[in-house]
């Protein structure tokens, strides 16, 4: 897999390396959401009690935000922003090289997938979104699966990828990529690194192309 140095320049924008995830700043308040939300889910989790692990009253709360689903809808926003931001840069880092282009792809969405494991745990909750805010967070994420299945597309067109189906295949690439939250912990075996490895593997394998470990 190639190797990124200084900043990735995206439609005219800078994008830091794609490789690298700093800690998410948040404000207090969608800090103390999160952490809720990831303990014991959006259902499970009162408006009383993010406002009790903040510190503040619960109007002074809701003078930042709506209701609760606001603050979902917030994190989840920032969660699918950030990955698909961060998939643009590795894509663009990948030339006009199929395999290479849709390792880093999936490299990244790994990375942020371990490395952020609480916001993108997460997007599970996004079946508690009102139909409007449900379409905001599709319209954004959806743009990640249309990059994937580009690439897909464009390396079967090429010949250098085998799929018959590439819509197919590209959902089911992200699907494995969305299960890790499910099963990864930072305190095991396998580190981000290796787990964006091993899956680049599998990828490159399902789409028919020679691995470039």
Same mark, same amino acid.
């Given at each position: 897999? $190639?190797? !990124?140095? $200084?900043?990735t320049?995206t439609?005219?924008?800078?994008?830091?390396?794609?490789?690298k995830?700093?800690?998410?700043?948040?404000t207090?308040?969608?800090s103390?959401?999160? +952490?809720?939300?990831?303990?014991? /889910?959006?259902? /499970?989790?009162s408006?009383?009690?993010i406002?009790?692990?903040? $510190?503040?009253?619960?109007p002074a709360?809701?003078?930042? #935000?709506?209701?609760?689903e606001? &603050? &979902?809808?917030?994190l989840?926003?920032?969660s699918?922003?950030?990955?698909?931001?961060?998939?643009?840069?590795a +894509?663009?880092?990948? /030339?006009d090289?199929?395999?290479q %282009?849709?390792?880093?792809v999936?490299?990244?969405i790994?990375?942020?997938?371990?490395? =952020?494991?609480?916001?993108?745990?997460?997007?599970?909750?996004? =079946?508690?979104? !009102?139909p409007?805010? %449900?379409?905001?967070?599709?319209?954004?994420?959806?743009g990640?699966?249309?990059?994937?299945?580009?690439?897909?597309?464009?390396?079967t067109?090429?010949?250098v990828?085998?799929?018959?189906?590439?819509?197919?295949?590209?959902?089911a690439?992200?699907?494995?990529?969305?299960?890790?939250?499910?099963?990864? #912990? !930072?305190?095991?075996? &396998?580190?981000?690194?290796?787990?964006?490895?091993?899956y680049?593997?599998?990828?490159?394998?399902?789409? /028919?192309?020679?691995?470039?470990?």
């Amino acid at each position: 897999m $190639g190797t !990124s140095t $200084g900043d990735t320049v995206t439609d005219g924008v800078a994008v830091p390396d794609w490789r690298k995830l700093e800690a998410t700043e948040l404000t207090p308040i969608l800090s103390a959401a999160l +952490d809720a939300f990831y303990e014991t /889910g959006f259902h /499970g989790t009162s408006v009383r009690e993010i406002a009790r692990r903040v $510190g503040v009253t619960v109007p002074a709360l809701y003078y930042h #935000h709506e209701n609760k689903e606001g &603050l &979902l809808i917030a994190l989840l926003e920032l969660s699918t922003s950030d990955v698909l931001s961060r998939a643009h840069a590795a +894509d663009a880092d990948g /030339g006009d090289d199929p395999v290479q %282009r849709l390792s880093n792809v999936i490299e990244a969405i790994v990375l942020r997938m371990t490395l =952020r494991a609480r916001l993108a745990a997460l997007e599970g909750e996004s =079946r508690y979104l !009102s139909p409007d805010n %449900r379409q905001r967070y599709r319209a954004v994420r959806k743009g990640v699966e249309q990059l994937v299945r580009s690439i897909v597309e464009e390396g079967t067109a090429s010949g250098v990828f085998d799929v018959d189906d590439p819509a197919e295949t590209t959902r089911a690439l992200l699907g494995m990529c969305q299960s890790i939250p499910r099963w990864y #912990h !930072s305190e095991g075996t &396998l580190t981000p690194e290796e787990v964006a490895a091993k899956y680049v593997d599998i990828t490159l394998k399902t789409v /028919g192309a020679p691995s470039r470990r």
